[in-house]
Each structure stands twice: as C-alpha cells, then as structure tokens.
C-alpha cells in the first residue's frame, strides 16, 4: 500500500510520469533523454540521475548539455525545479536541442513561469488532476494541484 502523504511531502522530489502520459508525448515527440530522471523511472534509455556511478558530475543535468529531443519532470521541490526550468529555457535558448517537454505543477503566478516559460514556451495544461506512479504504480489520489506542459522547440 502506497503513503499517499509522503507523496506530495517535500520529503520526496521524484514522482514518476505516468506511463499513459509520457507514452502519448514520446509518440508526439520522439524523446532521446530523460533530463530528470533515477534507474527505476527513467523514460528513456538514455538519462541524468544523480543515482548513477559519475566522475565530475557527468550524469548531472543542471551541469551538462541536454541534447535532442528531452523530456523532463523535474523534481517538485521550488528551490530544484526552477533550476530546472532555467535550465531547459537556457538549453533552448543556446539552441542545444530540438524540443523540450517539461511535465510541471500549474504555478502560474511563480517568477520562474514569467522569466523563463511565459511568452517563450508553449504550454498546454492537462484537464484534471493527474495521478502520479511510484513504481509504475498509480496513486490512489490524484496530485493535489493541476498540471502543465511546458514545450520549447
């Protein structure tokens, strides 16, 4: 049985896409890296995660070129995930990939969504409440909070 409570906590931070989801955009999008990601969630089978064997912060995705095509959901905690999100802004901009997609919480009133994803990104925002996966699991309750897409290309 799965803690619903820890969950949306701050004590976690790597809530898994759901797999119907990240399966309709990799179709649209065609995804080579998972920028966010650890060995039992990763999308992709290329990926940054800090739970891999690294010299220098070579699996680090705030410290290296994201490349391709990249999908992301980035750790839910504000201080992680607006690094985040300059970061894909940043890659974008440098012209380092072809598309992100950026699966977030619907903050619309943060700093980060003005400076770095407003009038630049396309953004979609997904009806209803999405239900995470923790092991490829679903939740029993939805996310407490509404979700967006936020798509550089």
Same mark, same amino acid.
């Given at each position: 049985?799965?803690?619903?409570?820890l969950?949306?906590s701050?004590?976690?931070?790597?809530?898994?896409? /759901?797999?119907?989801?990240?399966? &309709?955009?990799?179709?649209?999008?065609? !995804?080579?890296?998972? @920028?966010? @990601? +650890?060995?039992?969630?990763?999308?992709?089978?290329?990926?940054?995660?800090?739970?891999?064997?690294? &010299?220098?912060?070579?699996?680090? @995705?705030?410290?290296?070129?994201?490349?391709?095509?990249? !999908?992301?959901?980035?750790?839910?905690?504000?201080?992680?995930?607006?690094?985040?999100?300059?970061k894909?802004?940043? &890659?974008?901009? +440098?012209?380092?990939?072809?598309?992100?997609?950026?699966?977030?919480?619907?903050?619309?009133?943060?700093?980060?969504?003005?400076?770095?994803?407003?009038?630049?990104?396309?953004?979609?925002?997904?009806?209803?409440?999405?239900k995470?996966?923790? +092991?490829?699991? /679903?939740?029993?309750?939805?996310? /407490?909070?509404?979700?967006?897409?936020?798509?550089?290309r």
């Amino acid at each position: 049985m799965m803690n619903n409570d820890l969950m949306f906590s701050s004590k976690k931070d790597d809530w898994e896409t /759901p797999q119907w989801l990240y399966d &309709e955009l990799d179709a649209e999008f065609g !995804f080579d890296l998972d @920028a966010a @990601a +650890n060995y039992e969630n990763k999308k992709c089978s290329e990926y940054y995660s800090d739970d891999l064997p690294r &010299e220098s912060n070579s699996w680090d @995705a705030l410290n290296n070129d994201w490349y391709g095509n990249v !999908f992301c959901n980035p750790p839910y905690s504000r201080g992680l995930q607006k690094k985040f999100i300059k970061k894909a802004h940043d &890659e974008h901009c +440098n012209g380092n990939t072809d598309v992100i997609v950026m699966l977030l919480p619907s903050r619309t009133d943060t700093i980060a969504f003005h400076e770095y994803i407003y009038g630049i990104a396309e953004i979609r925002f997904l009806k209803g409440r999405l239900k995470f996966e923790v +092991n490829g699991v /679903p939740a029993k309750d939805a996310a /407490p909070f509404p979700s967006m897409l936020v798509i550089y290309r």
